[in-house]
């Protein structure tokens, strides 16, 4: 992307880190809860930023928008987050322009995802573009290359098999479960947490496990109740955590609390636990190791599980790519356009005085001046002109920067 007047002394940014390179324990140091994300939004109108989309999920946290400089955005995150500047140098990527909407793509369409195929940060972006655009963050290209981005994933979904099957880390944890714990109907779950990865995980549990001893503990209990009515399950109340956890045999941690709020005193089991942290910051302290009867897995350890399907939907990334060429060329083509859209305007703006200054003369002259008809007909007029200007630039893209030059120069604009 060139400048293409999108954003007059900007460039447009992708920055962030991710699951690539940053380990869990840093991106926690990085990730934004709801809270984080509205101050960083404020922050970032409050100093002038014009456009920025910020997203934070369990294997990445990045933020795309325009700025003078990438650090003006990096400034943004650190503020809002435990991480430093030091930190985020040593794990981050930043991409520019043209780079920066191919990784927005890529990302998107879940093709740069900790599991391959996996959408859900679809979704994620929508909401995150939601609450930019309440905040005024979100202008005209941010919300076209997003629109472009979602077609494309679409178009991926129901023309590859890149996400046949499921896909996502929760139906990965419970993959882990199916194959390493015996007579997983007979055991004893407890579910932790019921944010969309904890609801997906308990949906993917009553599927796949057909275990009916699943128990729900969420701080907020009513959020934990209508997962359970949905499913038929059991509730219980937060301050039963310790005795739930004792009761048993796999525990899946999935909230969305800063610090670890699993730690080896509030284990009293005296039989095999195994552990699943879903959590980006962990939620699970690492202590819990120090307990010869505790099996702790991260999710990303379980991301790192291959498969017979995850083979499979390697051999559909070629044609994923193509699709997200053949829409971000569309993107492209309607970019050019807007390199002589600000021309168009002050065209228009300037036909706009002339026909003030014009009526107001007919006006002085003619006794019975029709003031409706003469606007009406001015300003069909003005349309023309800005239109058949608008195509010529449109349809002869060799030579439109001398014509929009030569239109600057007749019209003084």
């Known amino acids: 992307m060139e400048q293409y007047h999108i954003s007059k002394g900007t460039h447009f940014y992708a920055l962030g880190l991710s699951y690539k390179k940053a380990d869990a324990e840093v991106r926690g140091h990085f990730s934004l809860d709801e809270n984080a994300k509205a101050n ?85 972006l929508k909401v995150s573009a939601r609450a930019s655009k309440k905040q005024g963050l979100l202008n005209p290209f941010l919300e076209r290359l997003l629109n472009a981005v979602i077609q494309a994933s679409k178009r991926i979904k129901t023309e590859t098999e890149i996400s046949s099957g499921a896909t996502s880390v929760s139906f990965a944890s419970v993959h882990y479960i199916l194959n390493e714990v015996e007579n997983v109907s007979d055991k004893n779950i407890l579910l932790f947490g019921t944010g969309k990865i904890g609801r997906n995980t308990c949906e993917n549990l009553v599927k796949h496990t057909k275990n009916e001893h699943i128990t729900l503990i969420n701080r907020t209990k009513d959020k934990a109740e209508k997962i359970a009515g949905k499913f038929n399950l059991v509730v219980k109340d937060y301050a039963n955590l310790q005795e739930e956890i004792h009761a048993a045999d796999i525990l899946i941690v999935s909230t969305g609390a800063q610090n670890p709020t699993v730690d080896k005193y509030i284990i009293k089991n005296n039989k095999p636990l195994l552990i699943l942290d879903l959590s980006i910051p962990k939620n699970v302290n690492e202590n819990v190791t120090d307990l010869e009867q505790v099996t702790l897995v991260h999710l990303d350890q379980l991301s790192q599980m291959t498969d017979d399907t995850l083979e499979r939907r390697k051999t559909h990334i070629p044609l994923a790519e193509e699709i997200i060429e053949e829409v971000k060329t569309d993107f492209n083509a309607w970019l050019e356009t807007r390199k002589f859209a600000p021309t168009i305007k002050a065209l228009k703006h300037k036909l706009h005085d002339f026909k003030i200054a014009e009526l107001d003369t007919q006006r002085k002259k003619l006794a019975n001046f029709n003031e409706e008809q003469a606007e009406l007909i001015s300003n069909n007029i003005i349309q023309k002109i800005t239109n058949h200007f608008a195509h010529h630039l449109k349809d002869d893209a060799s030579s439109n920067t001398d014509s929009l030059e030569l239109i600057k120069k007749v019209f003084q604009l």
């Open 40 to 124: 960083l939004l404020a922050q970032a109108k409050e100093a002038g930023i014009e456009s920025l989309l910020v997203t934070s999920t369990c294997n990445r946290t990045e933020i795309f928008g325009f700025a003078e400089h990438p650090y003006q955005l990096i400034k943004l995150l650190c503020d809002n987050t435990k991480g430093t500047v030091e930190e985020f140098q040593e794990v981050a990527y930043i991409y520019k322009s043209r780079e920066a909407i191919s990784h927005l793509f890529r990302v998107g369409c879940g093709l740069d995802s900790q599991i391959l195929g996996d959408f859900e940060i679809i979704s994620q």
